[in-house]
């Protein structure tokens, strides 16, 4: 019998792109710089990497299914209320239960042109449809999204601030969002690179105090330099935490990532260094860009999106650094073809980057 039905993924499955993630080689060269997925330079805490070499001692334990130490150390750190966070396997996981639960077939979910590109991934996955509406200038345009809004609109992802372009919303911008969208929308404030910005922002977590259809998602890694092992958190009103919990794997997250993400939510003093550094560094590689002529916003993250004149000359930048074994990120993909978007590294490597981009630059003339 050759009639037997043949498995049918769920719809919207098949239309998802994967994901391409940041490069890590380049063919035949060893000791090369890696500024292609926002990574800290410096790492981890010393005291998460002890921590998470404590906790191979359990390995044979299942871990907490509450995650409340780590809860209350974030809760803490920040002063929040420790119900109101969920944890999961990176801030994607956190995504992904936000869409999973407030999204399905027939629905819409709205994301920006230059938005992180695990969005339309999650929206296809629960059967959604992703929207993509305009930018204005590599910023997020408040009223083009409110434009979008339809009766089926179900989520708004929001990267504030933004992944690729680094710019950053104002406050009083983001509250005027959260105020006109309807309540039955759920706003999701990305805050993957909050700790880079300026004084400690809060704005995120203020939002969700304020409207109950508000979920702010944070990570482990970025500034925590913890992305090899997976971690991330929300937060938002009960109600919406206790529906996402329903979705949540019990033990999502292992002992040793619980045990490495406390110790690491906990030292703050690496946090703020690893911020001065970052800041101090991004600060000199814009204007090394500038004087280069390189176009380049005000970042408010721990990367810079240079721009070239046209996208041939951003793929031939791409190339040198790539024979000069520094590898950076093509933004095509995210509408951006004439732009490059560069980690921001320790201090050897941010000279290493300016020095092979001025060559190319004096090269091409
Ligand atoms: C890096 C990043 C995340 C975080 O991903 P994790 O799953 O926590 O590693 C989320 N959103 C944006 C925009 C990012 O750039």
Redesign the pocket.
């Known amino acids: 019998m050759s009639d037997q039905p043949s498995i049918t993924p769920q719809p919207g499955i098949m239309d998802i792109s994967l994901y391409v993630g940041g490069a890590a080689h380049v063919e035949g060269r060893d000791n090369v710089v890696k500024l292609s997925s ?1 990574e800290n330079p410096y790492g981890p805490s010393d005291k998460a990497k002890e921590a998470a070499i404590r906790a191979t001692h359990q390995l044979h334990r299942y871990p907490n299914t509450d995650h409340a130490g780590l809860r209350s150390a974030i809760a803490e750190t920040h002063t929040l209320d420790a119900d109101r966070i969920i944890c999961g396997a ?4 956190v ?1 992904q239960f936000a869409t999973q639960c407030f999204a399905g077939p027939g629905d819409e979910v709205i994301m920006t042109e230059h938005g ?1 590109s ?1 969005y339309p991934i999650l929206a296809r996955a629960a059967g959604a449809k992703p929207v993509v509406v305009p930018e204005t200038d590599r910023r997020v345009n408040i009223q083009a999204i409110l434009d979008a809004v339809t009766a089926d609109t179900r989520i708004v992802f929001l ?1 504030n601030p933004g ?1 690729p372009t680094s710019t950053m919303l104002s406050e009083a911008e983001v509250q005027s969002l959260a105020s006109a969208l309807r309540p039955d929308v759920l706003l999701v404030h ?1 805050g ?2 909050t700790e880079f910005a300026g004084e400690e922002f809060r704005l995120d977590f203020q939002l969700a105090d304020a409207f109950p259809n508000v979920l702010a ?1 944070r ?4 500034i925590y330099g913890l ?1 090899g092992l ?1 971690i ?1 958190w929300g937060y938002a009103q009960r109600p919406l935490i206790d529906v996402m919990n329903r979705v949540r794997q019990p033990f999502n997250l292992s002992v040793v990532q619980l045990a490495a993400a406390e110790a690491a939510m906990r030292d703050q003093d690496h946090v703020k260094r690893c911020k001065n550094e970052n800041n101090r560094w991004r600060i000199w590689l814009q204007s090394a860009l500038n004087d280069l002529g390189i176009g380049c916003d005000e970042s408010h993250t721990n990367f810079v999106l240079a721009r070239f004149r046209d996208e041939e000359t951003a793929n031939g930048c791409d190339n040198a650094l790539k024979q000069d074994g520094i590898i950076v990120r093509r933004v095509a993909g995210y509408g951006l073809p004439n732009c490059l978007r560069i980690t921001i590294g320790d201090e050897p490597s941010c000279r290493r980057v300016a020095h092979v981009i001025g060559r190319f630059m004096a090269e091409r003339g």
Do not use: I, P
């Open positions: 926002n990176g801030s994607d996981e995504l992180f695990m990267t992944n990305d993957a690179y998602t990570t482990f890694s970025k992305g997976r991330g």
